[in-house]
């Protein structure tokens, strides 16, 4: 059968040239390929966003799945509706009220996580050409699939207290000016992923009346809200603003990834489209894990549950920051509140995406800030994961990391104004690790 195959396309792949253009933008995200690399046991990785889930008692898990399926067992097993179980719509109302949010179970809709929510509500909004505004950085995969629907990325610029309105305002009008369709900002407001930073109340309220005025619609995604480590975080931009607010929530951070339960916060008429296009991409969610967590919701102490990924969290956090006030003081890096990720700033000299290969071969890992860039932007940063390593692997990484840093730096040193050495090349360099050697 091989040799009827069309002569087009190219060595790799014969159907190169069929495919729709916009698959031109969903290349492997640098987060995809690294996770390879970093998987390696010895490898001690600060790339990835992967939740503790050993920090979840799995019994609570187990009998919740055999409650179910004693009692609602066909039901569980069966197609369910395309807009999610209802028991478990009015209990992600209850969660939805903890960052002060109050809706209707009516105007929720479950999805296959809210990465896949993410994706229906792209499909919804998004035409070749249009423009999604989006903080800088912001998070990758989100890009992934603005760009696949052919949307540009425009960028905003944060400080510590989230992203800038006078910016965003200069943006809008720049856009405007310039004939662009902007169709909705995307923003991660609260323990932002990458850079860590969570907006203000007053940015909060100036950014939803900037919005209102220009006729932006704000997709709030919010999967850290919940995993303070001290103070509570501003209540969610949708508890103040329903109309122009689309929020997306899940249960990945609070729960478990693995159930892939997310849900959106939709005014009605955006809603009932969300409804449809998850019906077209999945028929309806799955029935067993929207009742497995159901039934967790019903009998756990969920609120409990939350408290300890918390404290988890906070050590990882606290030991991440107490290793790089040690071993890289001279570093800048933002001080989360809450989530899963610190963002450090290289000197300018350095550039994070080459020297990662010189990082590995430390055995340590971590994502290039310009994944997180749409435009190129982030070569001297670098996101910090201390969601998944324990506060001593995370010890180890953040001193093999300073290794890499401080030998990059002396090379440099060394090297400066004789043209000899390019910072971050690694052709030919080859030594163990140093906690090795
Ligand atoms: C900002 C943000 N949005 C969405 C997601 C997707 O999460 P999930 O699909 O597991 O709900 C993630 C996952 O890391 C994230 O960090």
């Known amino acids: 059968m091989t040799q009827s195959l069309p002569a087009r396309g190219n060595n790799l792949d014969p159907w190169y040239d069929s495919y729709a253009a916009r698959t031109a933008g969903l290349a492997a995200s640098e987060v995809r390929a690294l996770f390879a690399v970093a998987s390696r046991p010895e490898v001690v990785s600060l790339a990835g966003g992967m939740p503790y889930v050993s920090a979840l008692p799995q019994e609570l898990v187990t009998g919740a799945m055999q409650k179910v399926m004693a009692d609602e067992g066909p039901t569980a097993l069966q197609y369910g509706s395309g807009q999610g179980v209802p028991r478990l719509r009015e209990q992600i109302l209850e969660v939805m009220a903890l960052e002060g949010i109050s809706g209707s179970a009516d105007d929720v809709v479950v999805t296959t996580g809210s990465q896949h929510a993410l994706e229906l509500f792209s499909k919804l909004f998004l035409d070749p050409g249009d423009v999604v505004i989006a903080e800088g950085p912001s998070y990758v995969t989100a890009m992934v699939i603005f760009r696949s629907y052919q949307a540009e990325v425009d960028h905003v610029p944060m400080d510590e207290h989230g992203l800038l309105p006078g910016a965003l305002r200069e943006h809008i009008a720049r856009l405007k000016a310039a004939g662009r369709r902007i169709k909705f900002l995307y ?5 932002h992923n990458p850079a860590g930073v969570t907006l203000s109340w007053e940015r909060r309220l100036e950014i939803l009346e900037i919005c209102a005025a220009e006729g932006i619609l704000v997709l709030e995604d919010n999967p ?3 995993l303070y480590f001290g103070d509570r975080p501003p209540a969610a931009m949708r508890s103040i603003e329903d109309e122009g607010v689309v929020y997306l929530g899940t249960f ?3 729960l478990a990834p693995g159930f892939r339960l997310g849900w959106a916060l939709a005014p009605h ?5 969300l409804i449809l296009a ?3 991409a999945v028929l309806s969610p799955s029935s067993f894990t929207q009742l497995v967590v159901s039934e967790y919701l019903s009998k756990a102490d969920w609120r409990g549950q939350i408290d300890i990924f918390r404290g988890v969290y906070r050590e990882r956090k606290e030991a991440m920051l107490a290793a790089l006030a040690e071993h890289l003081p001279e570093l800048s890096w933002t001080n989360p509140n809450g989530g899963f990720y610190v963002w ?3 000197p300018p000299a350095l ?3 080459a020297m990662l290969p010189r990082a590995v071969k430390e055995l340590v890992a971590y994502t290039p800030g310009t994944a997180f860039y749409a435009d190129g932007g982030g070569r001297h940063n670098i996101r910090l994961s201390f969601c998944y390593p324990t506060p001593d692997q995370i010890r180890i990484g953040i001193r093999r990391l300073a290794n890499v840093v401080n030998g990059e730096l002396d090379l440099l040193e060394t090297f400066a104004g004789t043209g000899e050495f390019a910072p971050t090349r690694t052709d030919g360099v080859s030594y163990p690790p140093s906690d090795m050697r």
């Open 187 to 191: 923003t991660i407001p609260t323990f």
């Open 224 to 226: 850290y809200g919940l």
């Open 252 to 254: 990945s951070k609070t």
């Open 269 to 273: 008429a955006i809603r009932e489209k």
């Open 278 to 280: 998850n019906e077209a």
């Open 344 to 346: 450090l700033t290289l």
């Open 351 to 353: 550039d994070s995406k």
